[in-house]
């Protein structure tokens, strides 16, 4: 084995070590600080660990096989047409002459307001002046006054119903309550809804099985009920009622006083016999 020279200090540092001398040092208590790990460290190492046993643990047997499937996208005929557009676009471009451009000369123009610009811009200043030289001094000191409504008796008693309706349902115990047991009943059909769903049957399957072929062909006359003499006569009555009764005149008629008759029986008992036949 070769061994290395030791290294030896300069000799013009330890000159000046020796003539600055022992007196002028100061003594140092060194201290030796171990900073301990947080919690956080500690979960995050512990962490670490559990990961790292969890994969060497890791049995590669429970893994399944898989087949990587490549698939080759190739363009659609959209995409094919869309490049060859602008490739020929980039040729057209490419290849344009510069030279067939006419040179033209270029107008600024300055639009002016309106005169409804103006006014509007106008009242927009004169606006924003008054409102800010608006003194606040001239406001007058206005007072709220809350107003609180009370609930009407029928609103208290609304509550208290359905107060005492919540201590009602949230006291009810459950045991008070009998034991009942469903019983299925299943209804036959009677004798009658068997025949008439039989009789149903038939006629659906002689509607299904009817051929229009064996009807006849028949022409149909409208015939036009002329009224009777009596219809005509009673509608001409009916007629004349109405237009009576419409150039009625209210004038005509003459006032009457009604007058209320309650017969009181007798103390006689013919008096009582005709009050009670008169009943």
């Known amino acids: 084995m070769s061994t290395t020279p030791a290294k030896t200090a300069p000799t013009e540092l330890l000159a000046e070590i020796n003539k600055s001398g022992s007196t002028n040092l100061h003594h140092v208590n060194p201290q030796e600080k171990n900073p301990l790990p947080s919690a956080e460290v500690i979960a995050e190492e512990k962490h670490h660990q559990e990961h790292i046993e969890n994969i060497s643990k890791f049995k590669r047997t429970s893994l399944k096989r898989a087949e990587s499937m490549e698939k080759g996208c190739l363009p659609s005929q959209d995409v094919i047409n869309q ?14 002459n510069k ?53 009407t008796g029928q609103d208290i008693q609304h509550e208290k119903v359905e107060q005492e309706l919540r201590e009602r349902i949230g006291s009810f115990h459950k045991e008070d309550l009998n034991p009942t047991e469903t019983a299925v009943k299943v209804v036959l059909p009677t004798e009658d809804d ?22 006849n062909p028949t022409e149909t006359t409208v015939k036009v009920v002329l009224p009777t003499e009596d219809v005509i006569e009673q509608e001409k009555q009916e007629q004349e009622l109405k237009n009576s009764i419409n150039s009625f005149k209210r004038a005509s ?3 009457a006083e009604t007058q209320e008759k309650n017969p009181l029986p007798q103390s006689d008992g013919n008096s009582l016999v005709s009050f009670s036949l008169m009943e």
Request: aromatic share 4%.
């Open 83 to 96: 490049e060859r557009t602008e490739a020929e676009l980039r040729d057209r471009i490419g290849s344009f």
């Open 99 to 151: 030279d067939q451009l006419k040179h033209t000369t270029t107008e600024e123009k300055t639009v002016l307001p309106s005169p409804d610009d103006i006014q509007h811009e106008k009242l927009e200043t004169e606006l924003r002046e008054r409102i800010g030289s608006f003194s606040k001094e001239q406001l007058q000191h206005i007072r709220i006054e809350e107003k609180i409504n009370l609930p």
């Open 194 to 215: 068997i025949h008439h769903e039989k009789v149903e049957q038939e006629l659906r399957e002689r509607i299904g099985s009817f051929h229009k072929e064996d009807l």
């Open 253 to 255: 008629l003459k006032h």
